[in-house]
């Protein structure tokens, strides 16, 4: 249920922070912006996120090294990768490492809720 639904949402641009809390709020979900590696670890506590969405890339930390402490930590959360910058490989190293799916920037909003609320695990959306 999208109500009740926690999302981390972690880019270490503030204006992507800002953007996907707005979308993820008006949609109905609990959201936490960070723009760290580290806090984006310190949110997955015993009672953390249904969902994460990461940034691959970031000056503290890669999006894939919090999708593997996601799972270690918290293996029911779902993680979504996003980035400006991939390729299939990458888009195949992702998918392979647990990612729920991984979505190429620029994405529309309803992109990211059909991944949220509709599609099946594993898939890639582009624009």
Do not use: N, Y
Request: no cysteine; charged share 20%; proline share 6%.
């Amino acid at each position: 249920m999208v109500e009740s639904s926690h999302v981390l949402v972690v880019d270490d641009d503030p204006r992507m922070v800002s953007m996907l809390e707005r979308w993820l709020v008006r949609a109905g979900f609990r959201v936490t912006g960070v723009t760290t590696m580290d806090a984006a670890l310190a949110a997955l506590d015993p009672k953390g996120p249904d969902w994460v969405i990461t940034d691959l890339m970031m000056p503290t930390g890669d999006g894939m090294d919090i999708l593997a402490q996601t799972h270690t930590r918290q293996p029911q959360t779902r993680v979504i990768v996003m980035t400006a910058f991939g390729s299939d490989t990458t888009r195949q190293r992702a998918l392979e490492q647990g990612a729920f799916a991984f979505l190429s920037k620029p994405f529309t909003r309803q992109s990211l809720l059909s991944v949220l609320t509709q599609l099946p695990p594993a898939f890639t959306i582009s624009s």
